[in-house]
């Protein structure tokens, strides 16, 4: 190898170099650290908001699927103590058993006076709670109804 081989070789590698600086330079490749951290920050905002909602979309689910089915327990509580020929004073608890786990009743039955009724009638006031323990949610269901005791003799 000659002097003038070298020559064209320094020359040849030298050009390479200066062309791949140049595009690095002229491409302005990559992203600043600030970029890439406002990217993150803005992916993170995003998921939280996202994890967010669907929490409240679950719990919004129980709550529906709760206020569904309360009502009909309700129902079926107050249809039963009726059933019973409304003994008066009543104060009971129980639960649904395994049909509809975790929910609980209560229920009261009290005699109300009324002035509108003569003594043959008795009014009855009838509560029925129906409570879903893990969730903490209630539902409520008041009823009146009269006995006549003229029927009854």
Same mark, same amino acid.
């Given at each position: 190898m000659g002097?003038?081989?070298?020559?064209?070789?320094?020359? @040849?590698? *030298?050009?390479k170099t200066n062309s791949l600086d140049n595009k690095f330079q002229q491409a302005g490749s990559g992203f600043t650290l600030f970029e890439v951290l406002v990217a993150i920050a803005i992916i993170g905002i995003v998921f939280t908001s996202v994890f967010k909602l669907h929490g409240q979309t679950i719990a919004m689910s129980y709550s529906s699927r @709760?206020? *569904?089915i309360a009502p009909m327990l309700c129902q079926k509580k107050l249809s039963d103590i009726e059933r019973e020929d409304l003994t008066?004073?009543?104060?009971?608890?129980?639960?649904f058993g395994e049909e509809f786990p975790g929910y609980v009743w209560h229920a009261t039955v009290d005699s109300v006076e009324s002035e509108a009724l003569d003594e043959s009638f008795e009014l009855a006031r009838i509560?029925?709670?129906?409570?879903?323990?893990?969730?903490?949610?209630?539902?409520?269901?008041?009823a009146y109804r009269y006995r006549n005791f003229k029927d009854k003799k």
């Amino acid at each position: 190898m000659g002097i003038s081989d070298l020559e064209t070789d320094k020359a @040849f590698m *030298t050009e390479k170099t200066n062309s791949l600086d140049n595009k690095f330079q002229q491409a302005g490749s990559g992203f600043t650290l600030f970029e890439v951290l406002v990217a993150i920050a803005i992916i993170g905002i995003v998921f939280t908001s996202v994890f967010k909602l669907h929490g409240q979309t679950i719990a919004m689910s129980y709550s529906s699927r @709760f206020y *569904t089915i309360a009502p009909m327990l309700c129902q079926k509580k107050l249809s039963d103590i009726e059933r019973e020929d409304l003994t008066i004073p009543l104060n009971d608890t129980g639960d649904f058993g395994e049909e509809f786990p975790g929910y609980v009743w209560h229920a009261t039955v009290d005699s109300v006076e009324s002035e509108a009724l003569d003594e043959s009638f008795e009014l009855a006031r009838i509560d029925v709670t129906v409570a879903l323990e893990s969730e903490g949610l209630t539902h409520v269901i008041r009823a009146y109804r009269y006995r006549n005791f003229k029927d009854k003799k």
